[in-house]
């Protein structure tokens, strides 16, 4: 497991109020750990490739999750999202 656990998906339990988070902040914390994903899936031996892929799943329903709430500022997200793009190219 590198971020998520793949064993157990549940809905959100008790009282989660998720317009008590920042929907951009936690939006961008899931592509950042997406991007890594990638690079174990792009990179990793066969066990961290499956591993990988599992956890890109749930990235990516993670963040189209932020994605929808009504504090989410795609503008934001979208020049975060060049920066760190930017990065990880000049870190591969």
């Known amino acids: 497991m590198f971020?998520?656990?793949?064993e157990a998906r549940s809905g959100f339990a008790g009282n989660f109020r998720p317009e008590k988070y920042d929907a951009s902040e936690k939006y961008l914390e899931h592509y950042q750990n997406f991007l890594t994903l990638d690079f174990f899936?792009?990179?990793?031996?066969?066990?961290?490739r499956n591993q990988?892929?599992?956890e890109i799943e749930i990235a990516h329903r993670k963040m189209k999750y932020w994605a929808r709430q009504e504090n989410y500022n795609e503008k934001l997200v979208m020049k975060v999202r060049e920066e760190l793009n930017k990065k990880m190219k000049?870190?591969?």
């Open 3 to 6: 971020f998520y656990d793949t």
């Open 52 to 54: 990988a892929k599992k």
């Open 41 to 48: 899936y792009r990179n990793g031996n066969q066990m961290e």
């Open 90 to 92: 000049v870190a591969a």
